[in-house]
């Protein structure tokens, strides 16, 4: 049986119009087309697009949908569309988001809108979701919606992904309510960014907005974890492939091709936004075309799709836009060409592909962006020809599309002069840039990127779902922790190197060490404690079978030395006792010695003498003494590099994933 996904975005992937019903364009909707339908049964919750006023209408709009799409509609009245989207979502949250603070506006009574949206969206969201589904909310229209739906349903498995960048935390605090945003968010089990950056600052951020210890890898949340990640979203490859494969994509470019014959096309399609950087390429065209002496061999389309056009912003946008577009063509146009193309529309997709393939350039240059995806669009387009892309080094796509000509938007004398560059340009360069980024693009695609965010979870759920396999998880981490990792799955969880075990399916925790003696750790920990205390910035965790010293946030140089000491006193001091003192990653551990993972490993083959075989991997120092029972039963894996006892070896954890994915395919 796949697994439910269900996509909660305030759009819905269509839009409803009087009788018809249409696809809606937009990132996300594409990058989810993506996913692998035999895997992931997927549902969406979202707005349709337009308020529908009527409860007549809304029951036959919200039955269509459902029937015809797969979709749940949320509906909104005029009123919340206006406070909730134009207003808080796009007026206050969108500009911060992407480091524009002077096209912040706030009203406070957009806040309750807000809230209220994300309530009902959570309502909507609790009567469509069934034990086992994976829930997948996406951007900044809904950052409260993680933390309602974890407080109505605790063990519900929540995934949030962030499309913009997230900005530096002097950015992000100019918003009133920043701190319930980033809470909001953290009610998610997974969050995801576009790029590591972005998810650095979102780390800092909640550090200093809510006081939370933060690591790169997770954020602690009362009762979870909030697991964070980077995941580049991609384009839906196989539709680029079919659609340049078809007939109806060779006539149409064909055409393009006549309309523009003679002329080096350069193209730029975005939403109609500030942030895409229209008026400054505008900018650098001017710079370009005064300097240029073959006016007539160049032409510039804009495709720019209305976007948000109820705010005051994006509308004196379209005016300055078109002014400018207009001043321009007055002042170069010549008898036989007028240089700058511009549409203020949406083209049907068919189209879009026929104009990426067939131009030389792709200029696209906002001032910032999350990922952009009309980069990777025209590279895919790219099959045949050999366009170059003139990218901003502010587009998240900038990251990895390595053989992209990188400019600074803001610098249009830089802009226009990587134009002329690029004209210039060979076919053999062109081609040996593009190729290799078209591999990349169509090879980590849309299809991957949702497979990469929702992954680990369906394969713990898929594991816990096997008839007759009983998956046993052994960590040195607190019951604490594993509980706030795992606690929603049917796992035997082993805490603290084999201090103590949960059963599966069980709620309370038994303990496994009561043979072992534990009366040293007062003695030690006094000793921990000087330490402690002549080091600042260095702290204790007391667990019940060890005690640990972390220095992670004492000055680097002499939080290292005084660990050396401290290793050496301890070490000294416990040679003859079963208790074991091991300098780790900025932290020096005390534990006892009969707490360890083989042990534990072997207690439960004890326990269960009717398993067939074991399958026993782990990618840890500690794991060596799983690896080293001599059980016939045992199947060991190492994850990873390092000398090792096990019999198998996988590159990394990422491998190992893929290996447990094949096993246990459903
Ligand atoms: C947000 C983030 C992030 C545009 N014009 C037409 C048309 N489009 C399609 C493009 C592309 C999509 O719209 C635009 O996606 P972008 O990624 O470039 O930008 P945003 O809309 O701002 O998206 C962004 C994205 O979310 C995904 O996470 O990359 O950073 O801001 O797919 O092809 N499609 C058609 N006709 C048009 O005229 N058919």
């Given at each position: 049986?796949?697994?439910?996904?269900?996509?909660?975005?305030?759009?819905?992937?269509?839009?409803?119009?009087?009788?018809?019903?249409?696809?809606?364009?937009?990132?996300?909707?594409?990058?989810?087309?993506?996913?692998?339908?035999?895997?992931?049964?997927?549902?969406?919750?979202?707005?349709?697009?337009?308020?529908?006023?009527?409860?007549?209408?809304?029951?036959?709009?919200?039955?269509?949908?459902?029937?015809?799409?797969?979709?749940?509609?949320?509906?909104?009245?005029?009123?919340?569309?206006?406070?909730?989207?134009?207003?808080?979502?796009?007026?206050?949250?969108?500009?911060?988001?992407?480091?524009?603070?002077?096209?912040?506006?706030?009203?406070?009574?957009?806040?309750?809108?807000?809230?209220?949206?994300?309530?009902?969206?959570?309502?909507?969201?609790?009567?469509?979701?069934?034990?086992?589904?994976?829930?997948?909310?996406?951007?900044?229209?809904?950052?409260?919606?993680?933390?309602?739906?974890?407080?109505?349903?605790?063990?519900?498995?929540?995934?949030?992904?962030?499309?913009?960048?997230?900005?530096?935390?002097?950015?992000?605090?100019?918003?009133?309510?920043?701190?319930?945003?980033?809470?909001?968010?953290?009610?998610?089990?997974?969050?995801?960014?576009?790029?590591?950056?972005?998810?650095?600052?979102?780390?800092?951020?909640?550090?200093?907005?809510?006081?939370?210890?933060?690591?790169?890898?997770?954020?602690?949340?009362?009762?979870?974890?909030?697991?964070?990640?980077?995941?580049?979203?991609?384009?839906?490859?196989?539709?680029?492939?079919?659609?340049?494969?078809?007939?109806?994509?060779?006539?149409?470019?064909?055409?393009?091709?006549?309309?523009?014959?003679?002329?080096?096309?350069?193209?730029?399609?975005?939403?109609?936004?500030?942030?895409?950087?229209?008026?400054?390429?505008?900018?650098?065209?001017?710079?370009?075309?005064?300097?240029?002496?073959?006016?007539?061999?160049?032409?510039?389309?804009?495709?720019?799709?209305?976007?948000?056009?109820?705010?005051?912003?994006?509308?004196?946008?379209?005016?300055?836009?078109?002014?400018?577009?207009?001043?321009?063509?007055?002042?170069?146009?010549?008898?036989?060409?007028?240089?700058?193309?511009?549409?203020?529309?949406?083209?049907?997709?068919?189209?879009?592909?026929?104009?990426?393939?067939?131009?030389?350039?792709?200029?696209?240059?906002?001032?910032?962006?999350?990922?952009?995806?009309?980069?990777?669009?025209?590279?895919?387009?790219?099959?045949?020809?050999?366009?170059?892309?003139?990218?901003?080094?502010?587009?998240?796509?900038?990251?990895?599309?390595?053989?992209?000509?990188?400019?600074?938007?803001?610098?249009?004398?830089?802009?226009?002069?990587?134009?002329?560059?690029?004209?210039?340009?060979?076919?053999?360069?062109?081609?040996?840039?593009?190729?290799?980024?078209?591999?990349?693009?169509?090879?980590?695609?849309?299809?991957?990127?949702?497979?990469?965010?929702?992954?680990?979870?369906?394969?713990?759920?898929?594991?816990?779902?096997?008839?007759?396999?009983d998956v046993t998880v052994i960590s040195g981490r607190s019951q604490e922790d594993l509980e706030a990792f795992l606690g929603g799955h049917p796992f035997r969880?082993?805490?603290?190197?084999?201090?103590?075990?949960?059963?599966?399916?069980?709620?309370?925790?038994?303990?496994?060490?009561?043979?072992?003696?534990?009366?040293?750790?007062?003695?030690?920990?006094?000793?921990?404690?000087?330490?402690?205390?002549?080091?600042?910035?260095?702290?204790?965790?007391?667990?019940?079978?060890?005690?640990?010293?972390?220095?992670?946030?004492?000055?680097?140089?002499?939080?290292?030395?005084?660990?050396?000491?401290?290793?050496?006193?301890?070490?000294?001091?416990?040679?003859?006792?079963?208790?074991?003192?091991?300098?780790?990653?900025?932290?020096?551990?005390?534990?006892?010695?009969?707490?360890?993972?083989?042990?534990?490993?072997?207690?439960?083959?004890?326990?269960?003498?009717?398993?067939?075989?074991?399958?026993?991997?782990?990618?840890?120092?500690?794991?060596?003494?799983?690896?080293?029972?001599?059980?016939?039963?045992?199947?060991?894996?190492?994850?990873?590099?390092?000398?090792?006892?096990?019999?198998?070896?996988?590159?990394?954890?990422?491998?190992?994933?893929?290996?447990?994915?094949?096993?246990?395919?459903?």
């Amino acid at each position: 049986m796949p697994n439910t996904l269900i996509n909660v975005s305030n759009r819905l992937p269509v839009t409803v119009e009087e009788d018809r019903v249409t696809k809606s364009s937009g990132g996300l909707v594409a990058a989810l087309e993506g996913l692998p339908e035999e895997q992931y049964k997927t549902k969406w919750i979202g707005w349709p697009g337009a308020a529908f006023p009527e409860e007549s209408r809304r029951q036959e709009i919200a039955r269509k949908l459902a029937e015809e799409h797969g979709c749940v509609a949320v509906f909104l009245s005029q009123e919340e569309v206006t406070a909730f989207y134009e207003g808080f979502s796009n007026s206050s949250i969108w500009p911060l988001l992407h480091y524009l603070p002077n096209y912040l506006r706030y009203e406070p009574a957009w806040w309750e809108h807000y809230q209220n949206v994300n309530r009902i969206f959570a309502e909507k969201v609790l009567e469509t979701v069934h034990e086992g589904d994976l829930v997948w909310v996406h951007d900044y229209q809904l950052m409260l919606l993680p933390a309602m739906l974890r407080a109505a349903a605790p063990n519900l498995k929540i995934g949030f992904f962030l499309h913009t960048p997230f900005p530096a935390y002097e950015i992000f605090r100019c918003h009133p309510r920043r701190r319930e945003l980033v809470a909001g968010m953290l009610g998610a089990n997974r969050i995801g960014f576009h790029a590591f950056g972005y998810l650095r600052h979102f780390c800092s951020t909640v550090q200093r907005l809510l006081g939370i210890e933060t690591e790169l890898t997770h954020i602690p949340s009362k009762g979870h974890n909030s697991a964070l990640g980077v995941y580049p979203i991609g384009i839906n490859a196989p539709k680029f492939e079919q659609t340049l494969d078809s007939k109806e994509f060779h006539q149409r470019r064909e055409k393009f091709r006549l309309a523009h014959e003679g002329k080096r096309l350069v193209v730029s399609v975005e939403r109609m936004d500030y942030t895409k950087g229209i008026l400054h390429r505008l900018e650098a065209i001017d710079n370009f075309l005064a300097g240029s002496d073959k006016i007539d061999a160049i032409r510039f389309i804009f495709v720019s799709v209305p976007s948000r056009e109820g705010i005051e912003e994006y509308q004196h946008l379209v005016e300055e836009v078109e002014s400018r577009v207009g001043q321009l063509n007055g002042k170069y146009a010549t008898l036989l060409n007028s240089p700058i193309h511009f549409i203020h529309g949406s083209i049907p997709f068919v189209d879009l592909c026929a104009l990426y393939a067939l131009a030389d350039i792709a200029l696209v240059t906002p001032l910032i962006d999350g990922m952009n995806l009309v980069a990777k669009e025209f590279i895919a387009c790219q099959r045949e020809n050999a366009g170059l892309l003139i990218l901003s080094e502010f587009a998240g796509a900038a990251e990895e599309l390595f053989n992209a000509l990188l400019v600074n938007p803001y610098d249009s004398a830089a802009v226009a002069g990587t134009l002329t560059d690029a004209l210039a340009l060979p076919t053999e360069e062109r081609r040996n840039r593009i190729l290799p980024m078209r591999e990349r693009v169509m090879r980590y695609d849309a299809r991957h990127w949702a497979r990469s965010n929702v992954g680990i979870e369906t394969l713990l759920r898929r594991l816990g779902q096997q008839p007759n396999v009983d998956v046993t998880v052994i960590s040195g981490r607190s019951q604490e922790d594993l509980e706030a990792f795992l606690g929603g799955h049917p796992f035997r969880l082993i805490a603290e190197h084999g201090a103590s075990l949960r059963g599966p399916g069980k709620k309370e925790w038994e303990r496994s060490d009561r043979n072992i003696n534990y009366a040293w750790k007062e003695e030690l920990l006094a000793i921990l404690r000087l330490y402690e205390q002549a080091t600042p910035g260095s702290t204790i965790e007391e667990k019940h079978s060890s005690i640990v010293w972390h220095y992670r946030k004492a000055d680097e140089g002499f939080g290292a030395w005084k660990a050396n000491q401290l290793t050496e006193e301890l070490s000294a001091l416990t040679a003859n006792n079963p208790i074991k003192v091991r300098h780790g990653k900025k932290m020096v551990e005390v534990t006892a010695a009969g707490n360890n993972k083989g042990a534990a490993v072997a207690r439960v083959l004890e326990q269960n003498d009717n398993y067939e075989v074991a399958l026993c991997a782990g990618d840890d120092l500690t794991d060596e003494s799983m690896f080293e029972l001599s059980s016939p039963r045992l199947l060991t894996i190492k994850v990873g590099s390092g000398p090792t006892q096990a019999r198998f070896r996988v590159s990394d954890p990422a491998t190992f994933r893929q290996f447990l994915d094949s096993l246990f395919t459903v």
